[in-house]
């Protein structure tokens, strides 16, 4: 099993730039989330979902977008990319929530 | 709203000396506890968990965590920490409403800095 990936690692935007974050898992986990991690903010919870067609708002949704067509798949929008938004997000699978296992992550710069 | 306290930012030791890391969180109710690790440019990956049963819990790397619930505590210990110990350590709690889990809360993590 590969795990959680996430693609791409590095991304440096634009203001007012839009991307997807990639975040895909082979482990047939019903529950996935997306997280960012800023300096001495700990991870705070972006959205989440609960099984493909379902999704909801984490502490900070404001900037983005989720989507979750398949169980394997859960992509992070941001539609117009600010310098707030630099971080690294890192996406995360549980088979239940108790346990989440985390991805690489993925270190955004926006400029 | 649920919320988890790290009290110490940076903690430095030198090896073999013994760490204590506090980890206190706000929820009345049935938690489930975790303590994550994420090595320099790593990931995070889980040290050990809570869920129920004996309150002393031991994970992996010679690390051990005791649950307190009296005191909403949930530190994380080791007796000798190697210069490869360090990293940022994060503490997690997933509260429980009437058999359905919320989300993970994590706190805002210690970076533990093990000087050879």
């Known amino acids: 099993n590969a795990g959680v990936t996430q693609t791409p690692k590095f991304q440096v935007l634009k203001t007012g730039q839009s991307m997807t974050l990639q975040c895909a898992q082979d482990m047939n986990h019903e529950y996935m989330s997306w997280y960012r991690q800023d300096p001495g903010m700990g991870l705070r919870l972006i959205h989440y979902?609960?099984?493909?067609?379902?999704?909801d708002q984490g502490e900070v949704p404001n900037g983005y977008n989720v989507s979750r067509s398949t169980t394997e798949d859960f992509p992070l929008r941001l539609l117009s990319a600010a310098p707030s938004q630099t971080s690294v997000y890192f996406c995360a699978s549980s088979p239940g929530v108790p346990e989440q296992y985390f991805g690489p992550g993925t270190r955004l710069t926006v400029t | 709203a649920q919320s988890v306290s790290q009290h110490n930012h940076h903690v430095i030791l030198s090896e073999a000396a013994s760490l204590e890391l506090g980890c206190n969180y706000s929820?009345?109710?049935?938690?489930?506890l975790f303590w994550y690790v994420q090595y320099p440019g790593q990931h995070l990956q889980l040290l050990l968990k809570?869920?129920?049963?004996?309150?002393l819990v031991k994970g992996i790397k010679g690390f051990e965590a005791e649950f307190i619930k009296s005191k909403f505590s949930f530190n994380l210990r080791k007796p000798s920490v190697q210069w490869s110990d360090t990293a940022e350590y994060f503490c997690?709690?997933?509260?429980?409403?009437?058999?359905?889990?919320?989300?993970?809360?994590f706190g805002k993590g210690t970076k533990l800095s093990v000087k050879p």
């Open positions: 997690a709690v997933n509260a429980r409403y009437g058999g359905s889990q919320g989300n993970l809360i």
């Open positions: 929820y009345g109710g049935t938690v489930n």
């Open positions: 979902s609960v099984g493909a067609g379902i999704t």
């Open positions: 809570y869920f129920s049963g004996d309150p």
